[in-house]
């Protein structure tokens, strides 16, 4: 992924209590908080036709809480860009 992708992400989700954005923490890449786990694994999981529940089997360090979370301010934000 381009850096222009990963200043895009940082700037949507930086204010975002679900998402943790440390360069200590997986050199900045954007985590669900209080993990190690990268929010793109999630994205990645899901494009492959994965379930959340099956994120979760893999990563449970990760609450489905956050989970929904992000995918809930995701979705916002790509509304608010497509209008």
Not at 33 to 46: A, E, F, K, N
Not at 47 to 61: A, M, N, Q, V, Y
Request: no cysteine; net charge negative.
């Amino acid at each position: 992924m381009s850096v222009e992708y990963y200043q895009g992400l940082r700037l949507m989700f930086e204010s975002h209590p679900a998402i943790s954005i440390s360069p200590e923490v997986m050199g900045g890449t954007p985590v669900f908080t209080g993990t190690r786990v990268p929010v793109q694994t999630l994205l990645d999981y899901l494009k492959s036709g994965e379930s959340i529940d099956d994120f979760l089997d893999g990563f449970p360090t990760v609450s489905r809480e956050q989970v929904i979370a992000v995918l809930e301010e995701a979705g916002k934000r790509l509304i608010i860009q497509a209008a």
